[in-house]
Structures are given as structure tokens and as C-alpha cells.
């Protein structure tokens, strides 16, 4: 394993402890339990907007703590779903009395640990609103099973709720401009290489050579299929497809095109990506009217890449292109 | 003699060394099918119990187990912090105030905590989870407790049962959880939490396998 | 050779239309010769400020590019320093009559490609003026050599000059600015893993899973040892040691800290070796009033970091701050 | 007879053609002291040059050998380019106007080109550089011109001298172009420009062999 940490086990909180050096502007951090609130939270009469998840993932959430975007974010141990604790207290370090909105990825963890969270934070009269991002079209949607994984929609949910939230709109208003991300959002991620979980100390899974998976997990979870490696429009079209039939998405609509790094895949190849998403996307008649391209929801130092596709209304271009003053994001401030 | 108070202390600590001993274990059946995690998290959880412990003092049996389920809820993360944390909550709010506990009150507590985890996690016998080791091993401890067994054979059937149940999960195909991601890939792993499950109810017949 | 590319020979060409597609608002490409301008450019009596070099350092050059920063960047094929017809073509593109500054890393081929390019420039009455950043102190420093070479000052340099011509200063102002970055500002980096040439097709060197190079090149140019991997405080004591003493910095003086990936190193280990290396500058008594994390100047998905220390004055601050509108950076604006 | 106007045409075909076979290996020679791009970049220019030679049509000597100047300099890129560039720019100046040349005019040609380049790059002896198989080249040609040597001749002592240039650069210690960084660490690698320098030599020994 080769990275650049101390202990493992103190991977978390070195970074945190990194961060809290590095923008005292922009968050404050608070540790045991952790999580990272915008330093002048809790801001009075604005709907709180929290994330969290596992670490690993970054810019994502921590990255997105500021003016215009999450008012706090819980990083959990790696690629491990933060606790209620954690929650609970960032829920009440940015309550302003507007009410708290949860955005979660759909993963089991989240979802339970999110759910205590949120009970034990009404048994404190704080108002919660919880939302699900479930945007992976590599995993098949059921009643029956956990569903689809939250993916690079959440980053885009977290912009136009933190827009949404800025302008004081109601918990209801802020949780409808989430639900409409959750539902006009689709996302496919591939994988060239694996990543290696610090406290693992290995790969999570092998993947030969002139291999790579289609429909990879931010975590390592295993894809749809593993398949000879192909070129970079191969696998934009294998990508595309599958995004664009889901919706789906039709002729003359206006889109955000989000191609993101799961980490290792240097900006260079980012690049060449989105010229064929870029194509393909105006080829169906999609206008592309906004894009987001870089490390923005990663997996560690995972070599490949996610394509998001989000379906915009006026409104949302409206929230996605006001100001922003994070780590991860900035414009407008 | 019942379980005493003492010796629920003990199953504690002994839960945490196995815990340890199979962390490797229990993070590579979950790199198969989920995340690589379990083990890890798992391990963080129970070596935040063994700090927490002492604050439990001389207090009931109630009280060590909501202990343990708060601290595991606050460091284990993922599925498996709201799942175990709520099993020893549930188990700590059937044994409030006792002492000791006999067969009845062994097999009413755990009934209560696998209760707790189908409520928060949904899970139906066969979704491929740690329910599948829970579930045959509460009825085995009914069974034996209907039998009129001494308390360290009842345990031991109930750590059997956890084991088939757990290595039933074997060829399952996953439909909660992160291993649903994998659609029928998932089939042909044992699950991880099935196998934590059944690491704690075999730590109890061995820890306990002197108490009848 | 695990990458998202078509053929190794048309990456820069489809990097640069995917830039083309994504930033039409900030930037027009040019083909034949390549280059990457401002929208609006020329900018009537403003100073133009172009850089420029090998591609497979993303997102430098040309992700600078846009309002208070780059007016124009010349990519290279991978690795390989651009051709004098890029630079005059992009001199001439953003000559709004107040002159221009080349903004030039310190390598034989940069060098002598910028010297051609300023000599043609001038032979059509345009003023150049060339400053060489050689901050690099992995290399040592020497009339009898190439010098140090041109590595992290390079983008700080991008960014106060750009602010410095945004404000209509002259010519020579704003070359002073590069002046002053460059004997203010000291870097050195690490490898924890090659990069691998698209045209090459395999690693540029060999790294053993349980070694590091020590004062790496940008190129993948060998660095100063190769020794076993150490723990992340380890390695940013090494690289810190040698910048600190190299200028020297002294107590009481603002520092800019930039802490850069070289491209497959992610976030997460970024903000742990950011912690320590603020650590140590505190220790040392700079002010570390301004920071820079992420991945900025990489080398292709190389694994590893390089560390620069800026020292900064009132003015350079104020330039710092100043609004800045590229695919790469961006506040204020 | 001297070196025709086309003969200088199939000289520049063969080069290219030279380069494109010993494309990896320059390559290699640079990522042991350099970035692993020279075999690349004379590859990427001397392609360029051919699609550009048919420009030169039926003109002198040394527009031919400016247009692959000017195309090497726009094409090749790195310190390749400026160097190489100028050497055939310089050449061609040398030679404008001329259809044929002898072993002076090639003698002068080669000497300008190597003042070019010594001019742009400023290398010394020594350096290890291009520059150490270039001088020991045009020394020979100097050499064999004094002594009335005909030109295959010439050719071959230059080629054979430039060998030797370049294999002399193995012990050196670098001190311009990217492989200075290296220090001490240079030594025991052949540089790849004065590998590329032997080639373009070599190849008009073999190109001109019947010229005499
Ligand atoms: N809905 C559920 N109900 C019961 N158990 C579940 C459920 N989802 C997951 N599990 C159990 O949790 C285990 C995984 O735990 P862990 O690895 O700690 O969490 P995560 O999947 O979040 O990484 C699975 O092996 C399974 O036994
Ligand atoms: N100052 C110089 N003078 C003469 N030749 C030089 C000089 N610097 C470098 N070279 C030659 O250039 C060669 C490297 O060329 P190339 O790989 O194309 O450029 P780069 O180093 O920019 O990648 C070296 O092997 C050396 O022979
Ligand atoms: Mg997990
Ligand atoms: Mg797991
Ligand atoms: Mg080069
Ligand atoms: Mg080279």
C-alpha cells in the first residue's frame, strides 16, 4: 500500500485536522464526534442543508461545507457510514430554526444511521427532512432489494439545496429542490484500477491488466460486468447509454454534464472523457447548458471515471449558478 | 446458577478479543460482496466498548448492555453500528434491572434485540444478513428453553444454529444491504454479518460453558 | 497502460476539444498551432500574460487561462515543451498593446522554444518581456547546469501576474510580480509511483511497492534518493527541510502553502500531509496566511505531492486575493 | 559526381525513415536521463517533414533543408525542436540557391549547423549533448576535405566519428538539458540527442554511399 498517511486508524482525523488548518474561513471542524459546520453557523432562519458519509470520497462532503452549499458535513471512518452522534450534533451546531435537511446516499448504513439521527434530533423539536439520492443505473432499482446506490446527484443536490437554502426558502422548498435533483439525475461510474482501503492495506479487488468494470461502486463495490479494456469512446458510449435510456431524457432538454474522477484519473483523460459525454449527450438533442469536471465524489486513489447527467429547469440553473464559497466549489464569492 | 452480572462483563470482553482475532476475517468476506469494512468496523466498535465498560461500574445487566449498544451505535458506522447497536439496546431494555439472568431471560432479551434489528433493518429471513444467523438461533434457544436444557447447552445449540444459518447465507443472493448491489454475483459468499453474528452467540457458549 | 484514452497520439488534441466543448465562457482553443486564449481576448491595453509547456500537467497550463489570470496557454505534446509558432501565434492572439510577459518553467526545451517565440514577437513589434521559474530546490542550483527546474511557483506566479495585468500595471510591474515569485517561492516534490507517456505505453521508471523517489521532477525525471517509504510526517519533514533552509524563511514572514498532488494521490492524503507541513512552517514561525490544495501542476497520475512555500508581501496578497475566473481556479468573480 | 538536390531528398526520406525504427529506442535512452519523449518527438517532426517536403517542389538545396527546418521546429517541441530546427535552418541557409553540393559545401553546411546549435543550446564539449557527436563530425569531414578524400568517404569517417562521439557521452556527467538534474546520476547513459545526431549522420553515409 502506498500512501501518503501515518497510522490508518488516524487517516480520518489527520485529514480533519488538515482541514481545520487549511480553511478556518470557510468551516470550523469539531472533533469526537466529527463533523465540519460553515464557521458561521448556525446561520439565523436558513433550512440547515447536512450531509455525510463515509471518507474517502473527498472534496465530497467536507469539501462542500460553505456560503451556498452544506452547512455541516459527517465524514464517517472510511468508506463507512458516519454515526447518529454525528449527526445529531452537526443537526444541532447549524440549526437556525428553519429546520435541518438530510441529504443521504442510499446505502443501508446511511439510511439507518441517518434515520436515528433524524428521530433523535425531532425528540430535540428540531424539524428534519430527509432526502435519498439513489442516481446509479448500474444497480438495478427494486422494492426488494437495498435499490439504487447515491452518487454523483448528491453533489449536485447539495449545490442547488445550499442555493435553494441561501435565498431562505422554506424545509419543504429546500427538500423539493432535492427531490427534483433525486429525480432528474442519473449517474455510471467505470473503474481502471482498484483502490486500497487504508486499514485494509490491499486492493479491494483485483482487476488484471486489460481489464476494467463497468458500473463500479464509490466504495469498491464489485460493477455490472468486468471486460477488456477499451478505448475512451467505447466507454463513454457504455456509460452514456445506460444513463440516458433510464430517465429518460428527451430532445431539447437542458442538462448538466458532470464527469468525475474517482480519483486517480489525472484531468488530461477527464478531458478526453467529456468531449465524447459532450458529443453523445448533443447528438441526442440534450443542450448542455452547465458541466462540473474533476475529483468531486472520488474512491480513494481509484483510477477511472463516473458521468452524471442531471436534467435542469430553469430554477435549477438559477441555484446552480448562484455564488458558492467552499473548498470544493467556488464561484460568484 | 444464572448468567451473573459478572459474567456478562466477561462475554463483553471476549466478544471484543474474537472480534479482533477475526477482523481480517470478517473484512475479507465484506471486500467480497460489500466494502471491505466490516472486520475494521466491527473492531472499532468493540474496543470503544472495552473504554466505555468501566462507566457501566457496578450498575445492572440493563445497563451494560445499553452501554455497549450506545458505543457501538457511536463508532461502528455503517449497516452494522444501527444494527448492533440496536440488538444490545433491545437486549438492554429487556434485562433493565437484572442482575442475572436465567434461560428465559437470555433467550426473551435476545429475542427482543433480533426483533430490533428486523425493525430497523427490514430484513426478511434468506435477504443474505446477519438475520439469517439470528433467527435460527433464537428459536433454537425457544426450543431448548421449552426442553427445560441447562442454560451452557442451550447456548451451544444456539451458537450451532447461528452456524448453519450463517453458512446458509452461502448461496444466497443478496436483496438487502450492500451485497444487493451485486445482483446474483452476490451468490456464492457467506455474509459477513451473519458471520459477526454468529462470532458473539459462539464467544457466549464458550464463555458461559461452565454455567448450567 | 490503464488509461481513458483513444490513441496515444490524438490525447492533446481531444483533451483540448473537450475544453473547447466544456468552457466556452472562459476560453476559445485554437488548432494548428494549439493554444488556449481568453474569450475576450485581446484586452485592450492590458499586459497579456501566456505560459505554457508540455501537456500531462493539468490543469497547468491551460485550465489558467481566463479573466485575472493566464491570457493565453501553449500546450505541448505530453511532457514535451510547445513549439515557437504556438507562442507566437497566442502572442499575437492576445496583444492588446501593452505587451506581453511569458511566464517560462526553467527546462533547456521551454526555454529555447520561448526565447524563439519572444525573438519572432518582437520582429513584429509586439514587447515581450520572459521570466524563468526555477524553484525547484530537488535540483541543485548552478551556472554550470540547466539550474533548477520550473515546478509549483509557476501557477502562483500565473495567478499574481494575471491579477497584476488585470490592473492595468505595465509591463515591467507585472514582470517584477514574476520576479518576486521567483525568488520568493521554493518547491520540491515525491513520487510514490511512476506516470506512464501515452505515446510510451508503459511506466517511466520502476518504483518498488515499498520505495519512494525523493525530489521527483514533474517529467518523471528522477529525483534526488530513492529510499524506503515512509510515513507522511516523514516525507513532508523531508521535503520542508530543504525549502525552508533553501531561501531561508524567516521567522515572522507570510507564506503562501501550496500542497499539490501530482495526479493519482487524492484529497484525503492531500489534507494530511497539508496538516503537517502547516505544522512545521508554524513551528519555523511563518504566517502561513494563504493556502493552495489540490491536484494543481501534476504529472500525469503520478502518486505523490510536492510541497511549494511562497513568501508573500502586502501586494502579493492583495493579488492573491483578487478575482480570478479559470477552469482551475476561481473566487470572487 | 556531388550530392544532387534529389539525393538531399532521399537523404531526408531515409532520416525519417530512421528515426521512425529507432523511435523506441531514443525514446528509452531519455526516460533513463531524460522524460522519455525524444524517439516521439523526432518521429512526430520527421513525419511532419515529409508531408511538408513535397512543398519545396523542384526548389534548391536549401529551401529544402529550411522547410524541415522550420517543419522540425514547429512539430518536434521540446529541446528537440529549437536544436534540430536551427541545425537545418542553418544548413539551409548555407546552401540557399544551390543545386548540387561537394564536400566543401557539405563540410561548411554542417559546420553552420553545429554553430547553430551551439548558439542556441550553448553547450560545451563535454556536456553530453548532441553537441559531442556533432563536433567530432564535422572535424572528420574537415579532416577528410583537407586530405582529399572523396565524399562516401567523408561521409563514412564523419558517421564513424559521431559513433564515437556518442559513445563517449556514456561516462559523462551531464550538464545541460534535462539529464543535469540528474547530477552524478547521469553518468553511465548514452544521451539521446547526440544518439539522434549519430542517426541523421549515418543515414547520409548510407543514403550518399555511392557518391564519390
Ligand atoms: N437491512 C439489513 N438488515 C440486516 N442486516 C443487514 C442489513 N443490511 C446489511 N446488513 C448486514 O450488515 C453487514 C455489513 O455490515 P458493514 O460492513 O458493517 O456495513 P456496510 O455495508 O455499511 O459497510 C452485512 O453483511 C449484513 O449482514
Ligand atoms: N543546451 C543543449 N545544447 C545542446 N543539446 C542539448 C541541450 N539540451 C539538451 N540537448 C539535447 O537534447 C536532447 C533531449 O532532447 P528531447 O528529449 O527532444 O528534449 P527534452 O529534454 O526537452 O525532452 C538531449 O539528449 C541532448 O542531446
Ligand atoms: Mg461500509
Ligand atoms: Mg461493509
Ligand atoms: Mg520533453
Ligand atoms: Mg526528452
Known amino acids: 500500500m502506498k500512501k501518503l498517511i501515518n497510522k490508518p486508524e488516524n487517516v480520518v482525523r489527520e485529514e480533519l485536522e488538515g482541514i481545520a488548518y487549511a480553511h478556518p474561513d470557510l468551516v470550523k471542524v469539531h472533533f469526537d464526534p466529527n463533523f465540519v459546520v460553515r464557521s458561521d453557523a448556525p446561520v439565523k432562519g436558513k433550512v440547515g442543508v447536512i450531509s455525510g458519509g463515509g471518507s ?3 472534496p465530497m462532503h467536507g469539501g462542500f461545507v460553505g456560503i451556498g452549499m452544506l452547512d455541516a458535513a459527517c465524514p464517517g471512518a472510511v468508506f463507512t457510514s458516519p454515526t447518529p452522534d454525528q449527526m445529531l450534533e452537526a443537526t444541532k451546531a447549524v440549526n437556525g430554526g428553519a429546520g435541518i435537511l438530510h441529504i443521504v446516499k442510499n446505502y443501508t448504513g446511511d439510511i439507518m444511521n441517518f434515520e436515528m439521527a433524524a428521530d ?3 425528540g430535540q423539536n428540531i424539524e428534519v427532512e430527509s432526502v435519498v439520492i439513489d442516481d446509479d443505473v448500474a444497480v438495478k432499482d427494486s422494492l426488494y432489494t437495498a435499490g439504487r446506490r447515491g452518487v454523483g446527484s448528491t453533489v449536485l443536490a447539495e449545490k442547488l439545496c445550499g442555493a435553494a437554502a441561501e ?9 423539493d429542490v432535492c427531490r427534483k435533483v433525486k429525480d432528474a439525475g442519473r449517474s455510471m461510474g467505470m473503474a481502471l484500477t482498484s483502490c486500497t482501503v487504508p486499514h485494509v492495506g490491499k486492493p479491494t479487488f483485483d482487476l488484471p491488466e486489460d481489464q476494467m468494470e463497468i458500473g463500479i461502486g464509490i466504495h469498491g463495490e464489485p460493477g455490472r460486468t468486468r471486460m477488456p479494456l477499451k478505448s475512451a469512446d467505447e466507454i463513454v458510449e457504455m456509460l452514456m447509454e445506460p444513463i440516458i435510456s433510464d430517465l429518460p431524457y428527451k430532445s431539447g432538454d437542458q442538462v448538466l454534464l458532470f464527469v468525475n474522477s474517482m480519483g486517480g484519473t489525472p484531468l488530461i483523460e477527464l478531458y478526453v472523457t467529456y468531449r465524447k459525454a459532450h458529443e453523445i449527450a448533443t447528438k441526442h438533442g440534450l443542450k448542455v447548458v452547465r458541466n462540473l469536471i474533476g475529483p468531486i465524489i472520488t474512491s480513494l486513489e481509484m483510477a477511472g471515471v463516473s458521468i452524471t447527467l442531471l436534467k435542469l429547469d430553469g430554477d435549477m440553473i438559477k441555484l446552480w449558478d448562484a455564488p458558492v464559497k467552499t473548498a470544493g466549489l467556488r464561484w460568484g464569492i | 446458577m444464572p448468567i451473573q452480572r459478572d459474567d456478562t462483563l466477561t462475554w463483553i470482553k471476549d466478544c471484543a478479543k474474537a472480534v479482533e482475532e477475526k477482523s481480517s476475517y470478517l473484512t475479507e468476506l465484506d471486500a467480497a460482496i460489500g466494502d471491505a469494512d466490516h472486520g475494521a468496523n466491527m473492531d472499532r466498535g468493540f474496543k470503544a466498548v472495552l473504554n466505555k465498560l468501566p462507566e457501566a461500574g457496578d450498575k ?20 452494522g453500528g444501527p444494527l448492533y447497536g440496536t440488538f444490545f439496546l433491545q437486549a438492554g ?7 442475572e439472568l436465567n434461560l428465559a431471560d437470555w433467550t426473551e432479551a435476545l429475542e427482543a434485540a433480533l426483533d430490533g434489528v428486523v425493525m430497523r433493518g427490514k430484513a426478511q429471513p434468506g435477504d443474505k444478513t446477519m438475520v439469517d444467523a439470528l433467527i435460527p438461533a433464537v428459536n433454537a434457544l425457544k426450543d431448548a428453553l421449552q426442553a427445560n436444557q441447562p442454560i451452557n447447552k442451550a447456548l451451544q445449540l444456539s451458537a450451532e444454529a447461528a ?3 450463517m453458512e446458509a ?4 443472493v443478496a436483496r438487502k444491504g450492500r451485497a444487493s448491489y451485486l445482483g446474483e454475483r452476490s451468490a456464492g459468499h457467506q455474509d459477513p454479518g451473519a458471520t459477526s453474528s454468529h462470532l458473539l452467540l459462539k464467544t457466549a457458549s464458550l464463555t458461559w460453558k461452565d454455567i448450567s
Open chain 2, 60 to 79: 445492572d445487566i440493563g445497563t451494560i448492555f445499553k452501554t455497549v449498544g450506545m458505543t457501538l451505535l457511536s463508532t461502528v458506522g455503517g449497516a
Open chain 1, 120 to 122: 433523535l434530533a425531532r
Open chain 2, 163 to 165: 452456524e448453519k444459518g
Open chain 1, 167 to 175: 435565498q431562505k426558502r422554506s424545509l419543504k422548498e429546500v427538500a
Open chain 2, 93 to 99: 431494555m429487556k434485562t433493565t434491572g437484572k442482575m
Open chain 1, 56 to 58: 474517502g470520497h473527498e
Open chain 2, 169 to 172: 447465507t452461502i448461496p444466497l
